[in-house]
């Protein structure tokens, strides 16, 4: 069974830095053939796409809420997806979810209906 695990979230003060994680902790899921994305979602909000990367080139898409803060990135060795989230604004506070699309190929997808696995969240706080 595919579990999707996402780590490396907590409280931070606006302008502060993390860094998330994401990895298949049944290691059943060969990462590298998946396009891959972060999503969050605050409280009473709905889903929102935050960024995703290609399988093949890592090429990577980020919502204009936080390109240029976020870069979304994949070691395929270690199976792992990250999320390095700078300057963080208190506005970026959500639970954010790692997300899988079985798309083997250069192009990346942003909506949540073409990722076939997810994982539970981490939450992130951002305090002013």
């Known amino acids: 069974q595919v579990q999707l695990v996402e780590s490396g979230g907590g409280s931070v003060q606006a302008g502060g830095s993390l860094t998330l994680s994401c990895s298949d902790s049944?290691?059943?899921?060969?990462?590298?053939?998946?396009?891959m994305g972060w999503f969050r979602q605050a409280p009473g909000k709905e889903r929102e796409f935050v960024a995703a990367i290609s399988a093949t080139d890592g090429s990577a898409k980020y919502s204009d809420a936080v390109k240029g803060r976020f870069t979304i990135s994949r070691d395929n060795a270690k199976n792992t997806l990250y999320l390095q989230m700078n300057s963080l604004k208190v506005e970026d506070t959500a639970v954010y979810h790692c997300a899988a699309d079985y798309i083997f190929s250069h192009f990346t997808r942003i909506g949540a209906e073409n990722f076939d696995y997810w994982g539970q969240g981490t939450q992130v706080t951002v305090s002013s």
């Open positions: 049944a290691h059943t899921l060969t990462l590298s053939r998946y396009a």
